[in-house]
T-cell receptor, first 115, second 112 residues
């Protein structure tokens, strides 16, 4: 158990809908990262927040947005969903700002299926 | 795009030592090299991290040559449970979000 929690574990929704994925980092960790993993694309970095502020963006679509709240939990919002958005979405946390220097602790993931 | 290149897959036998090499020709001065392990439908798990020379912990060793353009993860005496995908990550502070993309990793298959 990494100490990172993600809800829901599974989510099935229709195209065009909007969903929110939630992540609670390990106690004391200030950084939260979001990743998308699909079969043909490997593990893709989406966005990094540190203590409530956005610090880095990866290949995150404009239909996707995220935020980190004062209690440090984070939410990833996916809108106008398409079939291709079906994937595993992981959240990870780490204690520091420097993404490469600190170990990332990954949550169990949310499996999103868009039908 | 990931800053690293790894073999797509490897296989070995129980009890053998396995070495997985990662190429990172454009590594920056302040970049660290980190390896993660991932089992199906689970989040990646940290294995080892290094900056230069050699690092060893209870599960693996990491060898980094002086030019730091590659690194080798060494798993001693592997078992069936080491069958997983292994990712090499080269990143510093997220300046260059490229470094935070894990890519497709190396699928290691251990046979009895």
């Amino acid at each position: 158990d990494s100490g990172v929690t993600q809800t829901p574990k599974h989510l099935i929704t229709a195209t065009g809908q909007r969903v929110t994925l939630r992540c609670s980092p390990r106690s004391g960790d200030l950084s939260v990262y979001w990743y998308q993993q699909s079969l043909d694309q490997g593990l893709q970095f989406l966005i990094h927040y540190y203590n409530g502020e956005e610090r880095a963006k990866g290949n995150i679509l404009e239909r996707f947005s995220a935020q980190q709240f004062p209690d440090l939990h984070s939410e990833l919002n996916l809108s106008s969903l398409e079939l291709g958005d079906s994937a595993l979405y992981f959240c990870a946390s780490s204690p520091g700002l420097l993404a490469g220097k600190y170990e990332q602790y990954f949550g169990p993931g949310t499996r999103l299926t868009v039908t | 795009l990931a800053k690293t290149t790894q073999p797509i897959s490897m296989d070995s036998y129980e009890g053998q030592e396995v070495n997985i090499t990662c190429s990172h020709n454009n590594i920056a001065t302040n970049d660290y090299i980190t390896w993660y392990q991932q089992f199906p439908s689970q989040g990646p798990r940290f294995i080892i991290q290094g900056y230069k020379t050699k690092v060893t912990n209870e599960v693996a060793s990491l060898f980094i040559p002086a030019d730091r353009k590659s690194s080798t993860l060494s798993l001693p005496r592997v078992s069936l449970s080491d069958t997983a995908v292994y990712y090499c990550l080269v990143a510093y502070s997220g300046g260059g979000a490229d470094g935070l993309t894990f890519g497709k990793g190396t699928h290691l298959i251990i046979q009895p």
